[in-house]
């Protein structure tokens, strides 16, 4: 495993792990009577964080679930079914990404908080945008690796 995959597969891994504690203790707090204040707001953005990560190693990996009754059919048309996943899963990132940045690009001045700890929303905004983006280009990467004959 290389060195950047090694730390993002820690940095996902450890958000994973930081929101299950964090909402285990939110349960317990809560059923002994200490509810922990802002936890959602913990989870949510660990969450982001570790789905993120999690999107971008199953478009790298191309682990992302697909139907292939009609590709595992075709004989003669399989390169073009095998352009038409990378490029279709790219437009499906690119849409994502273009709707997520006109969103944080109208409310970047808007300088959001969350209600309880003020966790800065545009910082996570921009999370997403940057995990969006690599998504686009690891999608798009199996087209320009391929062998030419």
């Known amino acids: 495993m290389s060195k950047l ?3 993002a597969v820690w940095t996902g ?3 994973l792990l930081a929101a299950t504690v964090i909402d285990t203790l939110a349960v317990i707090g809560r059923n002994l009577g200490f509810p922990i204040l802002g936890s959602i ?4 953005a660990a969450i982001l964080v570790s789905g993120v990560f999690g999107l971008i190693f199953a ?8 139907v292939r009754i009609l590709t595992d059919r075709i004989r003669g048309g399989r390169v073009g079914a095998n352009l038409v996943g990378p490029v ?3 437009l499906f990132f690119a849409a994502l990404l273009a709707g997520s940045v006109w969103l944080a690009a109208d409310l970047w001045d808007g ?5 309880v700890l003020g966790v ?6 921009l999370i997403a945008n940057l995990g969006l983006a690599a998504c686009v280009v690891v999608a798009l990467t199996p087209l320009f690796r391929r062998k030419q004959p």
């Open 120 to 125: 800065p929303w545009r910082v996570l905004r």
């Open 59 to 66: 478009t790298a990996g191309d682990e992302h679930a697909r």
């Open 5 to 7: 995959r090694t730390i």
């Open 111 to 115: 300088h959001e908080l969350s209600e």
């Open 41 to 44: 707001e913990l989870v949510q």
């Open 88 to 90: 279709s899963m790219a």
């Open 13 to 15: 891994g450890t958000a």
